[in-house]
């Protein structure tokens, strides 16, 4: 654990686990060692892997911000065997966790510029850690627009971020849903028309998304026809990974290992197998 | 540097003297394969056998199944045992110049970033003796790989069969630290120098097997969504993992734990992009499709590889195409691609 | 290590209409059976898995019984017919690879035969001491430990 | 059953067969042949004239051959539906091909000898299988006479004789002279408890109805005799075993505890030779007349019917219920149940009582339109299956079946799919499949594996 | 033989009635061919039959999901037929072009056989009952007997079950079952403990490549039971144990399937000797049961089906 040893994750612990709807749950998580806190850093979009010793290790983004550091949080869809297993956490339980690994949100690129969330389901997970990244340091960009879509009222994911969000007057929050329900007042309808209903300018602008691989295809002709280039619209790819460090090779695709040479790409860089493979 | 020599019959008598001070491997069947085990005087006979071993040099340094750690839930919660390679030097003798060759591209990779400490301490440890083929097989195509079945520069020490004799030539600071206290060895002439050579050449041209890599990574990505093409070369192909676990270039791997909560191991085993539970996730699956994984195998050898780390992830050793059950061959596929 | 006296530890997959409902009756009748044997209730014979029998064999038990109804007697018309037929290869498999035969034993209990539940599973057991411990997949990576 | 016809949810098939049954619980696809009986339901009004004129004389089935009926008939006065039926075998029109004297005489031009069967196909929501025994055929007695004797009858012969409505119209007369008897045995166990003529079950009926029978003749003909010879009495329900000792005490009926070893013919009387175990004596009986106490047996093609149901039955051919104390009238196939005799030889209240509680199971089955199930119940991840149907092979109850979807790109995929309502939830589709894609919930592998590795450790 | 195939196999792409034709092409290694699977006219010229056409292309049907051509030997046709049997293959959906063999040569025998390694060998060519080998510039002969595969020299059934061509005449089945069982027999007379010790060396080498299960006939799941995770049967890592559960219960999932077609053994990169354990469950399956896979296409599946009278001497 001390050593040098890139496999050997940090002991964590949980803090506190939020249900946020019927299949994802976000955990907060500490350092056990106060030491190895002080040393740690990472920056929106990173991502780590997360050990159930016995079960084995899966990978999720630090879906809080870097400008928060009192503990770190990850949300989680329960699909598998792992995933499973981290459904079963509770506060003081402890997991593994190795890294910052991969790269993140180009800060760079987007200082200064109007910016454009989208995000679908649990992938508004990345794109939070930059949110609140942003409005830590809001003089920093211009306007920004949050779009979140999920398939009904109770898909909605980070309902108490979205609250704060929507009273806050730091960013302009859209919220919809594909199907409402009796209780449901607000926006209904798919992200890509909602998008285009709301129409930002491409000006100036970076559209960032992630969100499940149907709604990134149509989101991505959305924002062609609302003129945004390639070069102009940043993703976060999700792909199967073990070692999270560019060497088991299963997140290999064309010339980039998603792990290691992302997982934040534009879609400039992307776009030859993105159709191919996603 | 001066090369030294040693009659085939000493060669017992020098694996003694040196098993004496660490471990030394030499290529060997009694297990129904070929595969490197220690040195013992029973199987000592590979000089006369020996082509190549089945499976690869990597399976020495990156084997098939290692512990990574210990963990054990305790009263104070986990705690984690790191679990290393043993410190033990070892010397293995009969290392093809294909393998130390991809023994030193997939180091490339577990150097890179971040260090892989499993593999570079094994690493670290070895002393490889090099044996150059004077009859190279039917499935070699090394010469088209920027290599030559009797060079090499990535051992630490280089031999040659001459007939009865071993010329043993000094390629490394270490190499040439084992060869200074080697015994029973005697000095070498330049004529046995020369005669190397021309042995080497002669290997060289008996290769028949050939590719052309000229603008291969080019071609390789004008051609990635060529479904047609990946699904014909890929129609035969069975989806087993036999051409990655006999590559010594292949290096993908996974990571499990031992199914117990309290006190298990983590371990890391080598996995292959033929399998499609490689890419599976639970909602989807990139590469289900059989073309795909296929064309993931070439792409990443011949594309990834080179772009990233200027060499093609691929020695020519011929493995892939001779232990295949239905004989998907790689040169086929590669010289397809050129021709497209 | 050698101090305490080694005793078998056994599985017993027994289907929940017969053969569970005689070893509770073998217990209601107060019928000693050791208590070395441990109990996975399954609803039929036929639902057993030979990997259920390899597994636990892999994990160092000692012995595994599977007993279900005796033929005709299916709750579910046909299950046992079905599994007498796997257990038939899974034997001669087993024995074929060096697996003791003593250590997987198939039985046929009725819900009314709790003495003869009783009886299996003692002579079961007693099987099983005689071969000794299960050493077959002792896993030499964690001796050391 | 009057009231029971005049019911409208109730439709009445007589003469009917069900051929084929598919489907499951609550959606049963039910073929059913109603055989041509050459009259016109609907338009017959009952009068009778055609059976009253009809030429041609059989022996009645109902009348136990004791009496006649005609080629046109209706089986016993109180038939429902009241409509009379053509036997094909006997009918002149059949065999000759002329008479036609029912047709001529049909007021309301009810009879049609081209008639056919129909076929009938519909769905239902449960089955309720009520039907009932065969008498078990005495004559494999050779030792009561095989059936050479005309004055050794069977119990039910003996009813029709007792009956008003009977051949005899109630007057108790032998059949061989028609005198009145005097002495008569009933001989008990006869095709009951016989291991040797394969039937070891007691047909529990046949005590009582002896016994009843006993004191009706006592009754009927005040001078009669009755000597009973029987193995044990079995008086096991309400009032019986008192109603068995008035038998003995008020009506002076004899019991003999032992079995008769032979019958034979001396002048007009019949010897009836047995043992008398309590005494331990040999005892020869004068008799008048013989009554047997012929057992129950399961209806002769209640095997075929059991494979067109798919329900088990035991070795004799009586249905198998889904278990013997927690669910006696439930079969293994859910929606079908059983009443009567056809499951085991039952006496009247327990028919009744079975019958009210197969009605009532079938009434709470529709009372709802969903139904609550066991949860134990096998699923298939159709996304890994591969469907090689081995699970459809061994599956008791042919609950899994082939499905055919539309995926969302418009193609169409066929696919296995577990009908829940049917499963049982044995698991023999569980450890059949070999790529582990299905899964007995509450039974899973993982809960199972769980288990395991808990008690290994 | 070849010309009548090339012939038949051209006819049948002419005229509509199959997508691909599977066959035999040659290898690009010597002494090998290589499967050759098609719907172009013109590479029918590649096609070929001889001695050394080991594999069983009877899983291809499965994953061409079209209307197949297909070429096979006696042993492949029985795992056609169990396909059949299993509902993977539509027998209306192939045409069987049946290849009379006479055993499939084991290069590795006859490398054993004269000591010398597939490279040194120039030539193999039969003449009657023997093979003349031409190594180095010598020439050896060798018995064809004594260089075809230890399945081969047990065949029961040389000519194709089930065909639709028969390429050349039926061959009367000289199975020398001795021979074939050979190490069957030698295992068997063991001791169990020194069988378990074999077992567990030969599943040490094991390297978890499933060659063995892909290519397999029998093994067509779309999910093989040791790539399910909940629960972790087998751990996927290769350990001897692990290796050898997960051989044991593919073993017993092949049982009543497997017709000894040896590909199995054959594909093993590592030398574990595979057939023993599978051609061993094809005798006890027939001892059992009275069942021999592919024999039948109408016949029950054994481990679908039983019987009342189905052994059970063995249960107490």
Known sequence: ?278 | MGNKKIKKDQLNTLFNELSKDCSVLVPTRSKGYIGFDLWDENNGDFIGWYKNTTIPLKANFFPKVEDMFRFNKGEGGYEIKEILPEEESQIIFGVRPCDARALKIIGTLFADTYKDPYFLKRRENAILIGLGCNEPCDTCFCASMGASPGESQDVDLLCTDMGDELLFETVSKKGEDLLSNMRGLSDSSDGDSSKAKELREAANNKIQRKIDTSNLKEKMRANFENREYWENVSMKCMSCGICTYVCPTCHCFDIHDENNKKDGLRVRNWDSCKFPLFTRMPMENPRHEKWRRVRQRYHHKFEYYDMNFGVIACTGCGRCIRECPVNVDVTQIITGIQSL | MEETKWEPKVVGFLCHWCSYAGADLSGSARLEYPHNIRIIRIPCSGRVDPMFILRALQNGVDGVIVSGCHPGDCHYQSGNFHARRKFAVIRRLLDYVGIEPERVQFSWVAASEGPKMAQVINEFVEGVRKVGPNRLFKDERRDGE | MVESSQNENIEILTYSEVEEVGGYIGNFDVKIRKKARFVDIDKCTGCGTCYQKCPVKVPSEFDMEMGMRKAIYVPFPQAVPNVPVIDKEHCRMFTKGKCSICQKLCQADAVDYEQKDEIIEDRFGAIVVATGYDLFDASVYGEYGGGRFKDVITGLQLERLISPAGPTGGHIKRPSDGKEPKNVVFIQCVGSRDIEKGVPYCSNVCCMYTAKQAVLLKEHLPEVQTNIFYMDIRSAGKNYEQFVQRTMEQYGALYIRGRVSKIYQRGDKLIVKGADTLVGIQVEVEADMVVLATGITPRHDSKNLAGILSIPYDQFGFFTELHPKLAPIETVTSGIFLTGACQAPKDIPDTVASASGAAAKVASLFSSDEMSMEPLVSTIDTAVCSMCKACVEVCPYGAIQEEEITLRDGTKKKQLIVLESVCHGCGACVSTCRSSCIMLRGMTDEQIFDELMAVAQ | MENRLKEEAGKLLKEGKVDYIVGYGKGSVKFRTSPLITNKEEELENLVINPFIANNLSRYPIELKARVGIVVKGCDSRSLISLIQDKKVNREDVVILGVPCEGVVDIKKIEKHIGKDIDQIEEIKREGENLTIQANGSNQTLSFKDAIFDKCLGCEYPTPLEYDVLLGTEISPKPDMEKSLMRIKELENMDATDRWSYWREEFSKCIRCYGCKNVCPACFCERCFIDVNIPQWVNTYATWQDNLVFQLIRTLHVAGRCSDCGECERACPVGIPLRSLQRKMVEEVKDLFDYEAGVDKDALPVFTHYEDTDPEEFIK
């Not at chain 1, 612990?13 to 850093?41: A, L, P």
């Not at chain 1, 850690?129 to 409005?135: A, E, F, K, P, Y």
């Not at chain 1, 149907?214 to 959305?222: G, N």
Request: one cysteine or more; proline letters at 5%; aromatic letters at 12%.
């Open chain 1, 1 to 278: 654990m001390e050593g040098d040893n890139v496999y050997i994750p940090h002991v964590m612990k949980i803090e506190k686990v939020i249900q946020e709807t019927g299949n994802i749950k976000t955990f907060h998580f500490n350092f056990k060692d106060q030491s190895q806190k002080d040393k740690f850093t990472f920056k929106s979009g990173q991502f780590a892997e997360y050990s159930i010793f016995g079960e084995g290790e899966a990978t999720f983004c630090v879906s809080s911000s870097p400008t928060r550091m009192d503990h770190l949080e990850f949300s989680v869809m329960k699909a598998g065997k792992v995933t499973a297993a981290i459904h079963e956490l509770q506060e003081g339980d402890e997991i593994g966790f190795r890294g910052p690994y991969g790269n993140w949100f180009p800060l760079d690129l987007l200082q200064g510029k109007n910016l454009v969330f989208v995000g679908g389901g649990i992938g508004l997970a990345p794109l939070r850690s930059l949110i609140w990244n942003v409005i830590d340091n809001r003089d920093s960009y211009g306007d920004v627009i949050v779009l979140y879509g999920a398939r009904s009222p109770a898909d909605l994911s980070f309902k108490y971020d979205l609250e704060a969000w929507d009273k806050g007057d730091a960013i302009d929050m859209y919220t919809t849903v594909d199907r409402g329900d009796d209780a449901w007042t607000g926006r209904v309808g798919l992200i890509p028309p909602v998008l285009e209903e709301i129409g930002p300018s491409a000006q100036d602008t970076v559209a960032i998304t992630c969100g499940p691989p149907i709604m990134i295809k149509f989101t991505l002709q959305s924002l062609a026809k609302l003129g945004f280039t390639p070069e102009q619209i940043v993703t976060t790819l999700e792909m199967k990974m073990k070692c999270g460090i560019g060497k088991c090779g299963r997140c290999n695709i064309g010339n980039i290992y998603v792990c290691k040479d992302g997982p934040v790409f534009t879609y400039a860089q992307i776009q030859n197998f993105l159709s191919d493979e996603f």
